[in-house]
């Protein structure tokens, strides 16, 4: 059987390419994942996704532990299948969820217990019953199960959270077991002290993880305190082991993450931005609801292969999402797919050439120009 394994391709600064190894399927490294929360992209069909480029999802425990249950998706032969999609799939472990979505919380050393946003009904999630789930899923990437508070926080509570974080972390490594072909990440705490970083990094290598993620971060700090952990989060992280940035973002996000070392991103933003008439393009973000684009005859970017480009208009595109129409918000998220592979797969050429400050001086040069001029 394939092994999980990471290896380095390329290095141009800190930023990195490679490829992430499964028995699913190779990722290829910088990675966007698209999130598929309740077991789909939502606007889109799985093979439709892939053609987009993506190597690999992202579902959610929570969600999928609520509805339509763990052991229902087990019983009709795991997610890849129930969803149809057999490439692979990371899950996270709910964590994030239960502490901004559930109601009613209860944090103890075990846990938590909460009540279920959607019906009021009374669940425990523990790093035990999380590795369950996951398992349960078939996921090919398990997270560990991690607390993370919201940002700005006190240091003494943040750094709570964070060793909570790294015992957790510790029995999900237990949990989780020897599962050849399968990889459990641990995830980095402490907010943006350096400090606590430092700490949390040092647990979690002390513990030992097929890949790390950085967590605690898009979560209300800005992007210039973002940008200040990365840089020097990643460097505290194994080299022959997969980073990943959790729930990050923005385009200049996850070009300056990249630059700074971060291998896999995930974020629903260009899936809600499809259907709530937002493109984001070479030269930013374009607002279809605008007036502006009644009469336009130029799709959303000539370079641009996704189908929305290559057969409608903007004045289409303004139309059918000022009418409500389903082919709105399918067109515009295959674009935003589309556009965010074509970003990692630049970004892996240009740090495999050598030349990755040149490829990010134009990339921040066409978004300075805007979606003024015909593109």
């Not at 790390?212 to 979560?219: K, Q």
Request: aromatic share 8%; proline share 5%.
């Amino acid at each position: 059987m394939t092994r999980f394994s990471f290896a380095l391709h390329a290095t141009d600064g800190a930023a990195r390419t490679g490829a992430i190894t499964t028995p699913r399927g190779d990722i290829r490294t910088p990675a966007f994942m698209p999130v598929g929360t309740a077991a789909t992209v939502k606007a889109m069909l799985p093979e439709s996704v892939r053609a987009t480029g993506a190597d690999i999802l992202l579902g959610n425990t929570y969600h999928l532990m609520l509805r339509p249950g763990a052991e229902r998706v087990a019983r009709l032969g795991g997610l890849h299948r129930f969803m149809n999609w057999e490439r692979p799939i990371l899950t996270d472990s709910g964590g994030f969820q239960v502490m901004s979505l559930a109601e009613l919380r209860k944090l103890t050393e075990k846990g938590v217990t909460f009540r279920s946003h959607i019906d009021g009904s009374k669940h425990e999630l523990t790093p035990e019953r999380s590795m369950e789930i996951q398992r349960l899923l078939g996921s090919d990437i398990v997270m560990a199960f991690d607390e993370c508070p919201s940002l700005p926080a006190e240091d003494a509570r943040v750094a709570e959270s964070m060793r909570l974080s790294m015992r957790w972390a510790e029995r999900s490594r237990e949990a989780f077991g020897d599962r050849p072909g399968h990889a459990l990440f641990g995830i980095q705490q402490g907010g943006v002290t350096r400090e606590l970083r430092e700490e949390s990094a040092e647990a979690l290598k002390a513990i030992g993880f097929e890949g790390y993620a950085i967590g605690g971060l898009a979560v209300g700090e800005g992007q210039e305190a973002m940008f200040g952990v990365l840089d020097y989060a990643p460097g505290m992280l194994p080299v022959d082991r997969p980073r990943y940035l959790m729930g990050v973002g923005k385009p200049d996000d996850i070009v300056g993450a990249v630059k700074r070392g971060v291998d896999m991103m995930d974020c629903v933003l260009p899936s809600r931005s499809g259907r709530t008439g937002q493109a984001w393009t070479r030269r930013g973000q374009v607002n279809l609801k605008n007036a502006r684009h009644a009469d336009d005859p130029r799709p959303l970017d000539e370079e641009c292969g996704c189908p929305a480009c290559r057969g409608y208009s903007r004045a289409y595109l303004h139309h059918v999402f000022r009418a409500g129409e389903m082919i709105s918000g399918m067109l515009l998220t295959w674009h935003n797919l589309h556009y965010y592979q074509d970003l990692m797969a630049g970004m892996r050429e240009a740090i495999s050439a050598g030349r990755f400050a040149e490829w990010e001086a134009g990339f921040h040069a066409l978004r300075r120009e805007g979606d003024i001029e015909p593109l």
